[in-house]
């Protein structure tokens, strides 16, 4: 049966990476068709964000992306940067405001971002295919065939499974297999922790947030530590989450403002005091009590040995808590691991083994912190493929 429809390029989902790419490749004149199977486009981009979308961070650098191959996102982050996104953004009247930590929101609505995109999308007369599943995808004499469309490139930007109640899958493993490229084993990152055991007793904690640092290997992260019912969530932890393996500690340092000696120095200058009030100047009241106990801090500071407290004080720094795991891609704001970079181009995202295929977005093992560096790379990686296609 002879196609009834060609185009230039196919790009398989209209999330934040599909939908740049369409756009800028549809622009450059090409014809080009994309497919979701959900109802509507950009779903993840309308949830993210609070529903202001953190669209992107003025701090983007390849440093905080996690990759088997560090270098991989170099080429495109540099190439299409967080200023480039963020003119798009002003050029459609899009008010935005920074947070934090370089993160750029909407003032609005995280729908002005999905809006812009599918006027771009418009503006290079891409036709978007909702509601469409994908089926069977043959390849045959240099051309793919999706249903009764044809094209001569492919472009995989259907995500990670994190949020399968969403409508996330992870067809972009089975196809990139289907095509013979390796794939870097999915996990959940971005992603609260669970306590067991006897750190269970912290879950009674549940809705405690402390400034902290927490560290998980290498990396280390100044920002609010939750905890929840289940065990550990809050920006901190969520960021340590993509670099923690199981069985491996989460170290948090509840108390990163104080001088050494601080515990000594309070039992000193007012030996009547009682340790959970002096830890409760530097933590929520509940949780200095909580961790007075577990220290076994009792009666006032002049009756704990100098030995206990600077015990107390390093603990306290260097708390190790030991996750029985995490809530999983239910909860995880995004998948690590993923298409292997090995198997793509970084300046086009091409597959080096099968012309024409590509890989764009959280479907390649590349991964950003928390922040808006997921949407630079989902936006970044979709125009560096449009470049080649
Ligand atoms: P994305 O998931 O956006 O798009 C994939 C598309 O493929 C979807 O439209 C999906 O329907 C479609 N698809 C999937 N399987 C399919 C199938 N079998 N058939 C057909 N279509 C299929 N990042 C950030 O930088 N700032 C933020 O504020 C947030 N906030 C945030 C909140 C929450 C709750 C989540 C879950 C995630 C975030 N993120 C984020 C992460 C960010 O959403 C994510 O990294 C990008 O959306 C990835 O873009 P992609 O286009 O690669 O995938």
Known sequence: MPPSR???????????????????????????????????????????????????????????????????????????????????????????HEK??????????????????????????????TGRTIGEVAHADGRFRIGGDEAPALVIATGGPSIPKMGATGIAYDLAR??????????PALVPLTLGGDEALFRELSGVASDVVAGAGKARFREA?????????????????????????VAIDFVPDVRPGWLLDAKRLRPRALPAAVLAEQLPARLADRLAERLALAGPLNGCSDKALAEAE??????????????GFAKAEVTAGGISTAELSSQTMGAKRVPGLYAIGEAVDVTGWLG????????????????AL
């Open 6 to 96: 060609t185009f230039d390029a196919i790009i398989l989902g209209g999330g934040a990476a599909g939908l740049m790419c369409a756009a800028v490749v549809g622009q450059r004149g090409r014809r080009v068709l994309v497919i979701d199977h959900a109802g509507e486009v950009g779903k993840k981009i309308l949830i993210s964000g609070g529903g202001r979308c953190n669209f992107t961070n003025r701090d983007t650098a390849p440093d905080r992306y996690l990759s088997a191959n560090p270098h991989f996102a170099k080429s495109a982050l540099s190439r299409y940067t967080a200023q480039d996104f963020l003119a798009m953004v002003e050029r459609h009247g899009i008010a935005w």
């Open 225 to 249: 530590a939750l905890f929840t019912h289940k065990g550990l969530s809050g920006p901190a932890i969520l960021q340590v989450s993509s670099y923690w393996r199981a069985r491996e500690p």
């Open 178 to 187: 289907r095509f013979g490229l390796k794939v870097v084993e999915p996990r």
């Open 100 to 129: 934090t930590l370089g993160q750029l929101f909407c003032d609005g609505s995280a729908r002005q971002i999905v809006a812009m995109l599918l006027d771009e999308c418009a503006a290079g007369e891409v036709t978007v295919e």
């Open 372 to 387: 808006g560096y997921n949407f630079q790379w989902a936006w970044a990686s979709g125009w560096a493929a449009a470049q």
């Open 314 to 327: 390093r603990r306290l720094s260097d708390w190790r808590f030991h996750p029985n795991g995490t809530e």
